[in-house]
């Protein structure tokens, strides 16, 4: 989910940039002139805040959304001042005053300028632009879409768009459920229920909705209903945290499925007060998709392609993909230097030379080559006896359950969840682990039945902070982000190198 590409300042760099206002990014020392090095902003990052900057100073869309699904009661796209106090209560971290104080003083300076006449912060300030002159510019959310691609929500409802005219009609939406093999009674009712539900809010200023209800793909965003599981933001993006709780959160029976009761219950969870219309609309769309893609055992499969046929493709999780140019997963990286001769597969005596490398004795580096191989190579290949290889393409086949979600399905790290270890567990540092917060966080994550993730998941973070953690007994929180990348173990081998050779 990390959107700095290719150098570019983040978002919390080009948030301070705007006060940079010679542009030279920097300052000599601190006393007596105080300046502030945009560069190293990141490093200011107080506690007590919303978590939309991640760590590095990444905008964290999912974070921002959570904003105001949690404390917008009155208006879902706005804060009043009471909700926005209820906001900065609930992000409070214990005994930390300094976090609070800088929260309290940023978002009332923030709400003091730009409340509306009725005394609303609009959520559209993210991409508004707060001031502007010959200088500089605000942070805007065009920041954050790429290239002017179409957002997932868009290209889902473009399915149904036959002709691609960027309109879809009900005789479209009609053929769009044909296509993927619903009845005739079912592809009526639906191209009703969904054109006559959504169209008015799609069609622009100036054009009617009556008497042909089209609905118009790149104002789709503007029909989101409520009462649904986030997996779409405001804006229509993918939020892959929300995809992913979905299943962390309600399937108790397998971990990457969902069945017709466990539905039931997210439907439930989802639901927002007094929003019948919101409620409906989630219920008829979740049960129509379980009753075309369900399995012979009755289980709404997570990475479940709808249908196809020779008109056209349906909607496949893979479209929603954010891996870029090909380019190594997270964890794939994280594999990856255990690839010692970096031909794509990870033997065991592989496995065996990587943990020798980092520093762990012979006696921890031979069982772990066996237990991780061993446990692995099955899901990631063909045939995994007798030499037990682990293919790193293919490693996010391999994740197990009871995990801290910090790796999505698809192997890509999600920064949300990396921060809610440390917000969660962290008590008594916000940057780092004890072995009683360890134990917590891994207690916590565990899912019921799952005696092999559970074992995983321990084995794992054990190992790591066995290696890893500093003479007062603590995991630091930088320690762990580069552990998700592999780029600790990199470190590890050359600091052991750098010793011998002195």
Not at 88 to 103: F, V, Y
Request: with cysteine.
């Amino acid at each position: 989910m990390g959107i700095v590409v290719n150098g570019e300042q983040s978002a919390l760099q080009k948030h301070v940039a705007f006060f940079d206002r010679n542009k030279d990014g920097i300052g000599k020392k601190a006393f007596p002139r105080f300046p502030i090095y945009v560069e190293n902003i990141h490093k200011a990052k107080h506690g007590s805040d919303s978590g939309v900057y991640d760590t590095e100073g990444r905008f964290v869309p999912s974070k921002f959304e959570d904003i105001f699904s949690k404390h917008a009661h009155s208006n879902k796209d706005s804060l009043t001042s009471q909700e926005l106090n209820e906001m900065l209560k609930a992000n409070r971290t214990p005994k930390d005053n300094a976090g609070r104080l800088a929260a309290w003083t940023e978002w009332k300076i923030l709400f003091f300028l730009c409340k509306d006449k009725n005394g609303h912060r609009e959520s559209c300030l993210r991409w508004k632009p707060l001031r502007k002159d010959g200088e500089g510019e605000s942070i805007k959310k065009e920041e954050i879409i790429v290239n002017g691609e179409q957002s997932a929500l868009q290209k889902h409802v473009a399915f149904f768009d036959r002709n691609k005219d960027g309109i879809s009609y009900p005789s479209e939406t009609f053929k769009g459920f044909r296509a993927i093999g619903c009845g005739w009674i079912l592809s009526t009712v639906a191209s009703l229920f969904i054109n006559l539900g959504l169209s008015s809010r799609t069609v622009p200023k100036g054009k009617r909705a009556l008497p042909c209800f089209p609905i118009y793909v790149e104002n789709i965003r503007k029909a989101k209903h409520g009462s649904d599981s986030g997996a779409y933001d405001t804006q229509g993006r993918f939020v892959p945290s929300k995809f992913e709780d979905i299943f962390r959160k309600h399937a108790h029976s397998n971990p990457d499925s969902l069945t017709s009761k466990e539905l039931d219950e997210m439907l439930k969870a989802n639901q927002t007060p007094n929003d019948y219309a919101g409620r409906l609309a989630s219920w008829t769309e979740w049960k129509i998709l379980f009753f075309l893609c369900k399995d012979k055992n009755d289980l709404l499969h997570e990475d479940t392609p709808v249908r196809k046929d020779g008109e056209g493709e349906s909607i496949k999780k893979e479209e929603l993909s954010t891996v870029v140019n090909g380019e190594q997963s997270a964890l794939q990286k994280h594999v990856a230097f255990f690839d010692r001769n970096k031909d794509g597969i990870v033997y065991p005596s592989e496995t065996f030379q990587g943990f020798r490398a980092i520093g762990c004795g012979v006696i921890l580096s031979t069982v772990a080559s066996l237990f991780i191989n061993m446990g692995l190579s099955s899901s990631t290949g063909k045939r995994a006896f007798p030499r037990f290889p682990i293919y790193v393409e293919n490693i996010h086949k391999a994740k197990h359950g009871s995990d801290s979600g910090v790796y999505d399905t698809q192997g890509r790290f999600v920064p949300s969840k990396f921060e809610d270890i440390f917000c969660k567990h962290a008590h008594s540092n916000q940057d780092s682990l004890t072995s009683q917060e360890l134990n917590e966080m891994l207690k916590a994550n565990r899912t019921p039945k799952d005696k092999a993730g559970r074992l995983a998941s321990w084995t794992e973070w054990k190992v790591l902070f066995f290696l890893c953690k500093d003479k007062n007994g603590l995991l630091h929180k930088d320690v762990v982000r580069a552990v998700y990348d592999g780029s600790l173990f990199e470190k590890m081998e050359k600091e052991k190198a750098s010793r011998r050779r002195n």
